[in-house]
């Protein structure tokens, strides 16, 4: 768990940082304000899916326990190498274009990897979080039921 509380610190820090680095560069570049630029939406990748989604598998670590699945560091590292290549192509990406640089299809590629990995480490924790859920199932059929799990809802309220 606290792997995934330091990642989300990191995340926030370097969305913030992004966001910025982009106001700050293209004013003094001379940028046109709200010109089209992929550095514009580097701090948002970096908080949403880093930062927000950090935060989320922190809960459902905490619920579900994921982390006991073998597939939880897979998961984890898969996702945070995709986003960290997505988030740093798209600022050398828009960089270049704010500098009036052409870009080279490499970028583009390595971008597109980035976005690869950030959906293999998705499709990581679904399985995960399937494992997880599987058997929890399995371990609730196996326990005795109790008095008060027989007991009506409203009965409890």
Known sequence: M????IAACVY????LAGGLFHREFTKLTGFPEGGATQLAVVHTHLL????????????LERVFALSRSRLF???FWTYNAGLVLTAGMLALHGSLTVLGLE????????????HLLLGVGTALLLV???????????????????AASDAPLSAAR
């Not at 606290?2 to 509380?5: K, V």
């Not at 949403?48 to 809960?59: D, I, P, Q, S």
């Not at 870009?103 to 980035?114: R, Y």
């Not at 995960?128 to 109790?146: E, F, H, Q, T, Y």
Request: glycine letters at 12%; hydrophobic letters at 55%; proline letters at 2%.
């Open 48 to 59: 949403t899916l880093g930062f927000l989604a950090m935060l989320l598998f922190l809960v």
């Open 103 to 114: 870009s080279s299809k490499a970028i583009a590629g390595i971008a597109g990897t980035g």
């Open 73 to 75: 560091g897979w998961f």
């Open 12 to 15: 926030l820090a370097a969305g």
């Open 128 to 146: 995960a979080l399937g494992k997880r859920l599987r058997a929890d199932r399995i371990a609730s059929a196996d326990a005795p039921l109790s």
């Open 2 to 5: 606290r792997r995934l509380f």
